[in-house]
Protein backbone atom coordinates (compact mmCIF):
# COMPACT_ATOMS: atom_id res chain seq x y z
CA UNK A 1 0.00 0.00 0.00
CA UNK A 2 1.30 3.37 -1.24
CA UNK A 3 0.84 6.22 2.11
CA UNK A 4 -0.76 8.93 0.80
CA UNK A 5 -1.73 11.83 3.20
CA UNK A 6 -4.20 12.30 5.61
CA UNK A 7 -7.87 12.57 4.72
CA UNK A 8 -7.97 15.74 6.42
CA UNK A 9 -5.45 17.46 3.93
CA UNK A 10 -7.51 16.69 0.75
CA UNK A 11 -10.41 18.79 0.86
CA UNK A 12 -13.78 17.21 -0.69
CA UNK A 13 -13.64 18.41 -4.48
CA UNK A 14 -9.82 18.59 -4.84
CA UNK A 15 -7.28 16.10 -6.08
CA UNK A 16 -3.65 15.47 -5.23
CA UNK A 17 -0.71 13.90 -7.85
CA UNK A 18 1.41 11.70 -6.19
CA UNK A 19 4.13 10.46 -7.72
CA UNK A 20 4.66 6.46 -8.71
CA UNK A 21 5.60 5.11 -12.02
CA UNK A 22 3.65 6.68 -13.78
CA UNK A 23 2.53 8.96 -11.79
CA UNK A 24 -1.31 8.51 -10.32
CA UNK A 25 -3.94 10.90 -9.07
CA UNK A 26 -5.89 10.69 -5.57
CA UNK A 27 -9.48 12.59 -5.39
CA UNK A 28 -11.74 13.35 -2.62
CA UNK A 29 -15.37 13.79 -4.25
CA UNK A 30 -17.93 16.57 -3.19
CA UNK A 31 -19.63 13.10 -1.52
CA UNK A 32 -16.77 12.36 0.45
CA UNK A 33 -15.56 9.34 -1.86
CA UNK A 34 -11.82 8.98 -2.83
CA UNK A 35 -10.72 7.42 -6.06
CA UNK A 36 -7.04 6.88 -7.68
CA UNK A 37 -6.31 6.29 -11.10
CA UNK A 38 -3.40 6.95 -13.32
CA UNK A 39 -2.80 10.61 -13.44
CA UNK A 40 -2.41 10.91 -17.47
CA UNK A 41 -4.82 10.82 -19.56
CA UNK A 42 -4.95 8.22 -21.89
CA UNK A 43 -5.23 10.73 -24.92
CA UNK A 44 -2.22 12.81 -24.56
CA UNK A 45 0.28 13.79 -21.76
CA UNK A 46 -1.92 15.80 -19.52
CA UNK A 47 -2.26 15.51 -15.73
CA UNK A 48 -5.80 14.58 -14.84
CA UNK A 49 -5.76 15.76 -11.08
CA UNK A 50 -5.15 19.32 -12.86
CA UNK A 51 -8.62 18.73 -14.46
CA UNK A 52 -11.93 19.51 -13.70
CA UNK A 53 -13.79 17.14 -11.04
CA UNK A 54 -17.85 17.11 -10.92
CA UNK A 55 -19.48 14.16 -9.37
CA UNK A 56 -17.38 10.84 -9.94
CA UNK A 57 -15.98 11.56 -13.21
CA UNK A 58 -12.82 13.65 -14.00
CA UNK A 59 -12.42 15.93 -17.09
CA UNK A 60 -8.91 16.33 -18.29
CA UNK A 61 -7.47 19.81 -18.90
CA UNK A 62 -6.31 19.33 -22.44
CA UNK A 63 -8.79 18.49 -24.95
CA UNK A 64 -12.06 17.45 -22.23
CA UNK A 65 -11.76 13.70 -22.54
CA UNK A 66 -13.87 12.66 -19.56
CA UNK A 67 -13.26 9.46 -17.29
CA UNK A 68 -15.51 7.62 -14.81
CA UNK A 69 -12.93 7.12 -11.55
CA UNK A 70 -15.05 4.17 -10.20
CA UNK A 71 -14.27 2.10 -13.63
CA UNK A 72 -11.82 4.22 -15.51
CA UNK A 73 -14.01 3.83 -18.59
CA UNK A 74 -13.81 6.91 -20.79
CA UNK A 75 -17.31 8.67 -21.58
CA UNK A 76 -16.16 11.72 -23.94
CA UNK A 77 -13.07 11.56 -26.63
CA UNK A 78 -10.81 12.32 -28.32
CA UNK A 79 -9.37 9.68 -25.79
CA UNK A 80 -10.65 6.08 -26.36
CA UNK A 81 -9.12 3.92 -24.11
CA UNK A 82 -9.92 3.78 -20.01
CA UNK A 83 -7.21 4.98 -17.53
CA UNK A 84 -6.44 2.50 -14.96
CA UNK A 85 -7.66 2.61 -11.83
CA UNK A 86 -6.50 2.01 -8.27
CA UNK A 87 -8.24 0.19 -5.13
CA UNK A 88 -8.00 3.26 -2.43
CA UNK A 89 -8.22 2.49 1.62
CA UNK A 90 -8.84 5.28 3.89
CA UNK A 91 -7.51 3.87 7.44
CA UNK A 92 -7.26 5.74 10.24
CA UNK A 93 -7.95 9.17 9.00
CA UNK A 94 -5.47 8.29 6.07
CA UNK A 95 -5.65 7.78 2.69
CA UNK A 96 -3.43 4.69 1.00
CA UNK A 97 -3.37 3.40 -2.44
CA UNK A 98 -3.08 0.15 -3.54
CA UNK A 99 -1.58 0.21 -7.20
CA UNK A 100 -3.36 -2.16 -9.70
CA UNK A 101 -1.06 -4.74 -11.28
CA UNK A 102 -2.79 -3.95 -14.75
CA UNK A 103 -0.74 -2.67 -17.56
CA UNK A 104 -1.22 1.47 -18.04
CA UNK A 105 -3.08 3.31 -21.17
CA UNK A 106 -0.84 5.69 -21.69
CA UNK A 107 -0.60 7.85 -24.56
CA UNK A 108 1.99 7.40 -27.07
CA UNK A 109 5.09 8.84 -26.45
CA UNK A 110 4.70 7.85 -22.68
CA UNK A 111 6.88 5.48 -20.83
CA UNK A 112 7.02 4.02 -17.12
CA UNK A 113 10.50 2.68 -15.88
CA UNK A 114 11.36 -0.46 -17.49
CA UNK A 115 9.12 0.31 -20.65
CA UNK A 116 9.81 1.51 -23.72
CA UNK A 117 7.76 4.44 -25.35
CA UNK A 118 5.88 1.98 -27.25
CA UNK A 119 4.60 0.10 -24.32
CA UNK A 120 7.49 -2.93 -24.53
CA UNK A 121 10.10 -4.10 -22.69
CA UNK A 122 13.39 -1.87 -23.32
Known amino acids: ?63 ASRFDLRTGQVDAPPAKKPVRTHRVLVEDGHIFVELSADEPNLPPGVSVAGQAATGGPL
Open 1 to 63: MLPVCPLSSLAPGEALRVEADPPIAVFHTEDGEVFAVDDTCTHQDASLADGWLEGCEIECPLH
